[in-house]
């Protein structure tokens, strides 16, 4: 089956200690990203991958690193949590438009953080 | 910088009736796609239905369709023969194209659909 995972899905943690989301994709997908959901602000992009070794920043990258060092693998991390950064986050992938015209996005099942 | 306008936080439908979502976007591109997207309690982002700005045809996928007026940079989602389990957070999308591949979300509509 065609999907994005996440793990952990739900996660309680406290400020300042390191922590990684995963994320993989089966799909052979080049691009990934990362959102993050907030009440009243809706997704926002975090960092973006356009294929392996090749990562940009978002709209809100501050406080988060990424890697692409497999296509299947886009891990989000967060070197030291703060209680802004509590949120619901997405991880995406999709082909890019040099592959396809139309390219849509599949959304992993969403990682429900809390930094105390 | 593309923007994605929502104006209404909040709708709200009696069942089997019909509810038209608004959404309004900014950008200087003339290529590009929109989306509807629904996420219900589970929060998983599904998506609804999708406009590519080049065809004037408005998008329909069995109860949904849109109205897009490229003119006027609308993009509203109608719902036609509403059900209880069309009730969830509907978010507006546009995506850019060739470069980042960014998809900017509005703020998001909630839908409550009334028995």
């Known amino acids: 089956e065609a999907q994005v995972t996440q793990n952990p899905r739900y996660l309680i943690t406290v400020t300042g200690k390191k922590l990684t989301v995963t994320c993989s994709q089966n799909?052979?997908?080049?691009?990934m990203s990362w959102y993050r959901q907030d009440p009243g602000l809706g997704l926002r992009q975090i960092y973006y991958s356009m294929n392996v070794e090749v990562t940009d920043k978002g709209d809100v990258p501050e406080g988060y690193k990424v890697s692409r060092k497999e296509k299947r693998n886009f891990p989000l991390i967060l070197e030291s949590p703060s209680p802004n950064q509590t949120s619901l986050y997405f991880c995406?992938?999709?082909?890019?438009?040099?592959?396809?015209?139309?390219?849509?996005?599949?959304f992993g099942p969403g990682t429900r953080l809390t930094v105390l | 910088a593309q923007t994605v306008t929502q104006s209404q936080p909040e709708m709200s439908v009696q069942e089997a009736e019909t509810v038209t979502l608004s959404c309004t976007y900014d950008t200087s591109e003339s290529d590009y796609y929109l989306f509807w997207y629904k996420q219900p309690p589970s929060r998983q982002m599904i998506l609804v239905i999708r406009q590519e700005a080049y065809k004037q045809q408005n998008a329909t996928e069995n109860r949904f369709s849109v109205n897009f007026q490229k003119a006027a940079k609308s993009f509203s989602l109608k719902i036609s023969d509403s059900q209880l389990g069309d009730a969830a957070m509907y978010f507006c999308?546009?995506?850019?194209?060739?470069?980042?591949?960014?998809?900017?979300f509005g703020k998001g509509t909630k839908l409550t659909v009334n028995p």
């Open positions: 995406a992938s999709s082909k890019t438009s040099r592959h396809s015209s139309y390219n849509e996005q599949f």
């Open positions: 999308a546009y995506l850019t194209q060739g470069g980042s591949e960014k998809l900017v």
């Open positions: 799909m052979n997908h080049e691009y």
